[in-house]
Nanobody, 134 residues
Framework: QVQLAQSGGGSVQTGGSLRLACAVS????????LGWFRQAPGKEREGIAV???????AYADFAKGRFTISKDDAINILYLQMNSLKPEDTAMYYCAAGQMARSLKFGRCSGSGGYCPRFEADYWGQGTQVTVSS
């Protein structure tokens, strides 16, 4: 069993920053891939960023240059640093854990345009709301 507990959401103005955190607990060997997803009202879920045990990373086009995924393996916490936030970033944000053995795909984003990473997660965080006002 793996549990993911999220924190760090909230409301900010355009151009502001937030850092999301995801504390991962349980059987460490059950996952070797972590990532962040988001879902805006009326839109399908889209991948934001992925980081693997080998420290390989992938980002959605909308996240490049603004968002940074990282993890602290010593305390099992996954982070998403979000800078230069825009109203279109408003969404529910979810962390997730999966397996590198499952293919990582990079295709068209569902809601934001451009390309987004995709992977089939086995475990999900509870979600946290991010609201960006203009």
């Amino acid at each position: 069993q793996v549990q993911l507990a999220q924190s760090g959401g909230g409301s900010v103005q355009t151009g502001g920053s937030l850092r999301l955190a995801c504390a991962v607990s349980g059987v460490r060997s059950s996952y070797d891939r972590l990532g962040w997803f988001r879902q805006a009202p009326g839109k399908e879920r889209e991948g934001i960023a992925v980081i693997d045990d080998d420290d390989s990373m992938a980002y959605a086009d909308f996240a490049k240059g603004r968002f940074t995924i990282s993890k602290d393996d010593a305390i099992n916490i996954l982070y998403l640093q979000m800078n230069s936030l825009k109203p279109e970033d408003t969404a529910m944000y979810y962390c997730a854990a999966g397996q590198m053995a499952r293919s990582l795909k990079f295709g068209r984003c569902s809601g934001s345009g451009g390309y987004c990473p995709r992977f089939e997660a086995d475990y999900w965080g509870q979600g946290t709301q991010v609201t960006v006002s203009s």
